[in-house]
């Protein structure tokens, strides 16, 4: 019996080491080669840097928290590490393709893994939406239990009622895959100019952020580069590949995923992966992950007013971004009102000086 469970447990580590998996991409953790990658860009991209500064366009402390993670806590940029982790639309795996003939895989094939991830972190980004209406009452006025993230957001598996923590673990889910898009791809890095060109050294296409690709507030199908290349990821993650990788572009040959990034200016240094290590490439795909987060941010909160109305949205991304938004947005959202008010006496004001000309003139 003991034999047997041996080799039970033998068959099932060796199945795992040659079945298509997810790889953590930018790290989430701190340790086993990680920095927490995945929060530092979010970081580096959205956190508000002043105290004057606060506004929709970056998130204050306690959100950015929320959003990026801090302490021991993945926080929603991290969240698919904990329960997305092997679903490779969630990371963008397995879009694998090298031109030249006699590739495992077609383009095709290429193209629908990554139109899936496209396609995911679309149904992401839509739920982020739709979760933020939340926050608002039927005459829009904040709802101070909806926003409130005091206590920490509870990600899944657990139940989280409040609007505002599914919005934004719905959105860092979203940017998790946007930003591993340039961790695993060879969208934004180049080929290591001293080896010749092949699934260990695939050709990069050294293109700038946003990618077009990643138009999450779309619906139509994205056109993807001929020479397009996520990795190939197995939990046996070589160079070359095993198992259903040999002969593929590996996640190994492929990402920039581990090294120092300041989370306060995004610069990245330190980089430890082979393909990192290669010229700029870990400082170029760190640099795309942020200008796409940031990318990313804006879209949203166009689909925001387009799904609310522009005043409405414009209260939703402040409550999603402001620690009391109970406070601080609500007097945003009186602006309307105090315009109103300005112009009424504005009017008096001018009528009266009417009145007192004519007066005059009599």
């Not at 204050?60 to 806590?73: F, I, N, V």
């Not at 004001?349 to 005059?360: D, I, M, N, P, S």
Request: net charge negative.
């Amino acid at each position: 019996m003991a034999r047997t469970r041996a080799l039970a447990a033998a068959v099932l580590a060796s199945a795992l080491a040659l079945t298509p998996a997810s790889a953590a991409a930018f790290g989430t953790i701190e340790g086993g080669g990680q920095h927490r990658e995945h929060e530092r860009i979010t970081r580096a991209a959205l956190a508000c840097r002043t105290a004057v500064e606060p506004g929709a366009d970056c998130f204050e402390p306690k959100s950015m928290d929320q959003l990026a993670g801090h302490a021991r806590t993945f926080g929603a940029v991290g969240s698919p590490d904990s329960t997305e982790v092997a679903d490779p639309a969630a990371h963008c795996d397995d879009a694998d393709f090298l031109d030249g003939g006699g590739y495992p895989r077609t383009r095709e094939q290429a193209t629908a893994a990554l139109r899936n991830c496209v396609d995911h972190l679309r149904r992401r980004f839509g739920e982020a939406v739709r979760s933020s209406g939340g926050v608002l009452d039927a005459d829009g006025r904040i709802i101070d239990a909806e926003v409130s993230v005091d206590p920490d957001c509870e990600l899944a598996p657990k139940d989280e009622p409040r609007a505002k923590c599914e919005a934004i673990e719905a959105f860092g889910r979203a940017l998790h895959g946007v930003q591993d898009f340039h961790s695993r791809s060879n969208w934004a890095d180049e080929a290591d100019p001293g080896r010749s060109s092949g699934p260990g050294n695939p050709p990069g296409l050294n293109l700038p952020a946003p990618s077009p690709v990643l138009d999450l507030r779309g619906t139509g199908v994205p056109a993807v580069p001929r020479e397009l290349s996520t990795g190939c990821f197995v939990l046996k993650d070589t160079i070359p590949g095993t198992g259903v990788c040999a002969g593929r572009v590996t996640h190994a040959a492929l990402n920039k995923d581990n090294g120092l990034v300041d989370p306060g200016t995004g610069d990245a240094t330190e980089p430890t992966t082979p393909r990192g290590l290669v010229r700029t490439n870990f400082a170029k795909a760190v640099t795309g992950a942020v200008v796409e987060t940031r990318h990313q941010w804006q879209d949203f909160q166009g689909a925001l007013e387009e799904s609310y109305g522009a005043e409405r949205g414009a209260r939703i991304a402040c409550a999603l971004t402001h620690d009391t938004p109970a406070t601080e947005c609500r007097a945003r959202a009186g602006g309307s009102g105090r315009t109103v008010l300005v112009v009424f006496f504005a009017g008096v004001v001018v009528a009266g000086l009417g009145l007192g000309w004519g007066l005059r003139r009599r």
